[in-house]
């Protein structure tokens, strides 16, 4: 185990050199999703996060976008991610006609511009530590017919490192 943390640290040390800096502004005020991520990071070192650019409407505390999701995930459950500006954060799990959201202030984000890491803090623990290597522009099938296929967005990738 310690030699598959060290290659990944390598890894990632060596890509750091070829891929462009990330900050908080870059989360700061933004949402997104990706497969459920408790399954999904319990599985896989990296994961993907696709940007909310495409904003529909909002329907109280929740951002409708144009956006579908399940075209390009293909299966649910899948997670919605919300960083606020304020380093709250909230993480919502979406099935097939439902949508649960964790508890207001039960997760926290951070940004270290030092490290160039993503935190996510529950319940003051630190749950997942992410860096991220990539972005790049991809197409998404529309949800709305005002909004024509396909739209474009940003695909993030991450690497889960150790706590």
Request: positive net charge; without cysteine; aromatic residues 16%.
């Amino acid at each position: 185990m310690k030699t598959v943390t060290i290659i990944i640290v390598l890894l990632v040390l060596s890509l750091s050199a070829f891929t462009q800096p990330f900050s908080k502004k870059y989360f700061k005020n933004t949402e997104w999703f990706s497969y459920d991520i408790d399954s999904s990071l319990n599985v896989s070192d990296t994961i993907k996060f696709i940007k909310y650019s495409n904003f529909v409407e909002k329907f109280g505390n929740y951002n409708e976008y144009a956006e579908d999701e399940y075209s390009l995930l293909k299966k649910f459950p899948y997670t919605r991610i919300s960083f606020y500006r304020n380093k709250n954060m909230d993480l919502w799990t979406v099935t097939d006609g439902w949508v649960t959201k964790s508890k207001e202030k039960d997760r926290l984000w951070k940004f270290s511009n030092e490290q160039s890491t993503l935190e996510i803090y529950y319940k003051r623990k630190l749950e997942y530590k992410l860096i991220p290597i990539s972005i790049k522009i991809i197409k998404i099938k529309s949800n709305y017919l005002k909004y024509p296929s396909p739209l474009e967005t940003e695909e993030l990738t991450l690497i889960k490192m150790n706590k």
